[in-house]
T-cell receptor, first 110, second 114 residues
Framework: QKEVEQDPGPLSVPEGAIVSLNCTYS??????FMWYRQYSRKGPELLMY????GNKEDGRFTAQVDKSSKYISLFIRDSQPSDSATYLCAMSGADYKLSFGAGTTVTVRA | SAVISQKPSRDICQRGTSLTIQCQVDSQVTMMFWYRQQPGQSLTLIAT?????????ESGFVIDKFPISRPNLTFSTLTVSNMSPEDSSIYLC???????????FGPGTRLTVL
């Protein structure tokens, strides 16, 4: 079993829809949770970071962490074609060594 | 955040040769890491580059194959040695600025081994 599980999709939504992405994890030592966006042939770009259970909002993006269920989510409101990318969840413990999910490929149709 | 550059951005190499990838950061950072992203896959940590001491490698990665240097707090190199086609991947460096718990990634080096 992988430490971090993420449905690779692909996920296709119409413009303006809410995109919902999630990951589950098994390592209780994970305490830092991140979402990265990766466009084709580019490096991952940090979107959201959180370290506590609950919700964190930044513009159209909301990150949600439930440590008791070992479950994290990312929601993208009012999705745009420019949001089409691969979204990677990543997490680490106190050693800052990131474990990544498989990545979910998202396409937002105009 | 941090601005990270990598050289080369891409290369095509012959089997049995070695390639050194450079990672440069625009500010001093506490931690630097090297990751590999194989075609169609997610990222896997190769090693932590320690300033002034040997790198710390993850299971499945060894120093003879992936020697790493970190001479100062803004620069690191990763060498992929005695390459085979299975080494064809994107190699990425990341940094953790001391003031944050997050990591920022460079643009990656796309390596193709023939």
């Amino acid at each position: 079993q992988k430490e971090v599980e993420q449905d690779p999709g692909p996920l296709s939504v119409p413009e303006g829809a809410i995109v919902s992405l999630n990951c589950t994890y098994s390592n209780s030592a994970f305490q830092y949770f991140m979402w990265y966006r990766q466009y084709s042939r580019k490096g991952p770009e940090l979107l959201m970071y959180t370290y506590s259970s609950g919700n964190k909002e930044d513009g159209r993006f909301t990150a949600q962490v439930d440590k008791s269920s070992k479950y994290i989510s990312l929601f993208i409101r009012d999705s745009q074609p420019s949001d089409s990318a691969t979204y990677l969840c990543a997490m680490s413990g106190a050693d800052y060594k990131l474990s990544f999910g498989a990545g979910t490929t998202v396409t937002v149709r105009a | 955040s941090a601005v990270i550059s990598q050289k080369p951005s891409r290369d095509i190499c012959q089997r049995g040769t070695s390639l050194t990838i450079q990672c440069q950061v625009d500010s001093q950072v506490t931690m630097m890491f090297w990751y590999r992203q194989q075609p169609g896959q997610s990222l896997t940590l190769i090693a932590t580059a320690n300033q002034g001491s040997e790198a710390t490698y993850e299971s499945g990665f060894v120093i003879d194959k992936f020697p790493i240097s970190r001479p100062n707090l803004t620069f690191s190199t990763l060498t992929v040695s005695n390459m085979s086609p299975e080494d064809s991947s994107i190699y990425l460096c990341s940094v953790r600025p001391g003031s944050t718990d997050t990591q920022y990634f460079g643009p990656g080096t796309r390596l193709t081994v023939l």
